[in-house]
């Protein structure tokens, strides 16, 4: 069973920056991790996503401004997020499956994070 728990959101201007951690119990280092959001109003949807290989994949929206990265030691994955908008406020939630591929899809993924609320102000 793993359990994984994000911290770091909060309030920001835009064109500010927030990173993001989620923190695992359990051994993660050979899951994929990833990072979804939700909007008030809208549906769960992909924002990144590692491989346990390293290899990365990201959403259209946010290339060029997230990193994904993950620290196998300390069990913890993170959402470095520059050049923030608003339509990058969201609860941001963590997750994580085991196996070899991408996984972008919502239900793909097997364990989740309590979420953690960012809000970018104009």
């Known amino acids: 069973q793993v359990q994984l728990v994000e911290s770091g959101g909060g309030l920001v201007q835009a064109g500010g920056s927030l990173r993001l951690s989620c923190a695992a119990s359990?051994?993660?280092?050979?899951?994929?991790m990833g990072w979804f959001r939700q909007a008030p109003g809208k549906e769960r949807e992909f924002v990144a996503t590692m491989k346990w290989s390293g290899g990365t994949y990201y959403a259209d929206s946010v290339k060029g401004r997230f990193i994904i990265s993950r620290d196998n030691a300390k069990q913890t994955v993170y959402l470095q997020m520059n050049s923030l908008n608003p339509d990058d406020t969201a609860v941001y939630y963590c997750?994580?499956?085991?196996?070899?591929?991408?996984?972008?899809?919502?239900?793909?993924?097997?364990?989740w994070g309590q979420g953690t609320q960012v809000t970018v102000s104009s």
């Open positions: 997750a994580a499956r085991q196996g070899i591929y991408v996984y972008t899809v919502e239900n793909e993924y097997d364990y």
């Open positions: 359990g051994r993660t280092s050979s899951y994929a």
